[in-house]
């Protein structure tokens, strides 16, 4: 169990540009968040997968942003054609569903620190 | 829409004190609550939790209280240390278990002098 892992840890980019980030989970977790967070806010909600497949969306991902975790293990997060406004820290969380009502824990990443100039 | 509150953005507490967090959420059908707390430019890191149907968690020196009635949650630390300085984040959850996702509060920065 190494944790979750992003990368890059920092991405500085230009406005209109694509940027790609990369989450990896810790194995065997089955469900993957994704969360933004500004400054002096708290992490808010963006999308989640079971496995491979995205479950929910949140109205703050705009079309511009898109998820993906193909094989059900790591997960990509793109936006095109960036803002300013999407400059953010991207946060990822795995967590591990178990039956019975066990509960578990959403363990995150280090995250992504993006800024748009 | 924030369903979940941390009024206090800031907190100071002497070491050796308690410190006391608080947090207000609006959603009754919220079933899970945990704390986090987050050091700069690292990932929240999960500190206690409590489900809806228990008014109390203790872990060492972190106790989590929930009244259900006045929608409250808090955390307290006791003895507090100068390394639980930082980012203190409350998150609550409906259908936590099935994959729910995590509301947080806005946070509360504790400084814990020595």
């Known amino acids: 169990d190494t944790g979750v892992s992003q990368n890059p840890r920092h991405k500085i980019t230009k406005r209109g540009q694509n940027v790609t980030f990369r989450c990896d989970p810790i194995?065997?977790?089955?469900?993957l968040y994704w969360y933004r967070q500004t400054l002096g806010q708290g992490p808010e909600f963006l999308t989640y997968f079971q496995n491979e497949a995205q479950l929910e969306k949140s109205r703050l991902l705009s079309d511009r942003f898109s998820a993906e975790r193909p094989k059900g293990s790591f997960s990509t997060l793109e936006i095109q054609r960036t803002e300013q406004g999407d400059s953010a820290m991207y946060l990822c969380?795995?967590?591990?569903?178990?039956?019975?009502?066990?509960?578990?824990?959403?363990?995150f990443g280090p995250g992504t620190r993006l800024l748009v100039l | 829409d924030q369903q979940v509150k941390q009024n206090s953005p800031s907190l100071s507490v002497q070491e050796g004190r308690i410190s006391i967090l608080n947090c207000d959420y609006t959603?009754?059908?919220?079933?899970?609550f945990l704390w986090y707390k987050k050091y700069p430019a690292e990932g929240p890191t999960f500190l206690i939790s409590?489900?809806?149907?228990?008014d109390k968690n203790e872990d060492g020196r972190f106790t989590v209280f929930l009244n259900k009635s006045a929608k409250h949650l808090s955390l307290h630390i006791v003895p507090s240390q100068p390394g639980d300085s930082a980012v203190y984040f409350c998150?609550?959850?409906?259908?936590?278990?099935?994959?729910?996702?995590?509301?947080f509060g806005q946070g509360t920065e504790l400084s814990v002098k020595p």
């Open positions: 409590i489900s809806s149907i228990k």
């Open positions: 959603n009754s059908m919220f079933d899970y």
């Open positions: 194995s065997e977790h089955n469900r």
């Open positions: 998150a609550a959850s409906r259908g936590y278990n099935q994959g729910g996702k995590l509301i």
């Open positions: 969380a795995s967590f591990k569903s178990r039956a019975g009502g066990m509960q578990e824990t959403q363990y």
